[in-house]
């Protein structure tokens, strides 16, 4: 199966920032990475990354790229934030989304993937949603979209910027699409006869 992960925004337009000053784009790149490394432990899947550190994607570049290469799912990581990111807040925890019209093999990665996040990291459960995204909207694929905690909230943005929490938002993001697609792992030897 081909998968695009999508970093959310880019180079030029990194999304919001914590009140701290750690730009979105430097959670959602980092995760993007780890989470490749992990799927790429699994046979017959390849990882596609749209995003580039040195220039600006598109949105719809983006989807075009998708749609072009056929993926059979697309995943965009992003972390939230509440108002305009200038003030810790207390909104907090993890959702998941899904286009409106609640695609069923969307809903159901959505599902697992999740439950996923909200088990490793701990984090509150605030449930699979839905949103008109552009991403979301404008793939022909499998589309879900992760927002992997508030950088406005004053605990989840120290966390986002940890190396800890970013391997642990890949690592369920990589196992729930390798559960969901029924991955095996690659085995590392060849036994020729
Ligand atoms: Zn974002």
Not at 69 to 90: P, Q, R
Not at 97 to 103: H, L, Q, T
Not at 112 to 138: D, I, M, W, Y
């Amino acid at each position: 199966m081909k998968l695009m992960l999508d970093a959310g925004h880019g180079y030029g337009t990194t999304g919001k920032c914590t009140p701290d000053g750690f730009p979105e784009y430097a959670f959602n790149r980092k995760v993007a990475m780890y989470a490749r490394k992990i799927l790429e432990s699994y046979e017959g899947i390849e990882v596609y990354l749209p995003h580039s550190d040195c220039e600006d994607v598109s949105l719809s570049d983006r989807t075009e790229r998708a749609n072009t290469l056929k993926m059979d799912c697309y995943v965009s990581i992003h972390a939230n934030a509440f108002g305009d990111g200038s003030e810790w807040t207390s909104p907090e925890g993890i959702e998941t989304y899904v286009y409106v019209s609640k695609p069923k093999e969307a809903m159901m990665l959505a599902n697992v993937v999740q439950s996923k996040l909200v088990k490793e990291t701990g984090r509150p459960n605030r449930g699979v949603k839905t949103a008109n995204f552009h991403v979301l909207r404008e793939t022909k694929m499998t589309a879900i979209l992760v927002e992997c905690g508030f950088m406005t909230n004053k605990i989840e943005g120290y966390l986002l910027q940890m190396d800890p929490y970013q391997q642990q938002c890949a690592k369920a993001i990589a196992e729930g699409i390798a559960s969901f697609y029924q991955l095996s792992e690659r085995h590392g030897t060849c036994i020729l006869n």
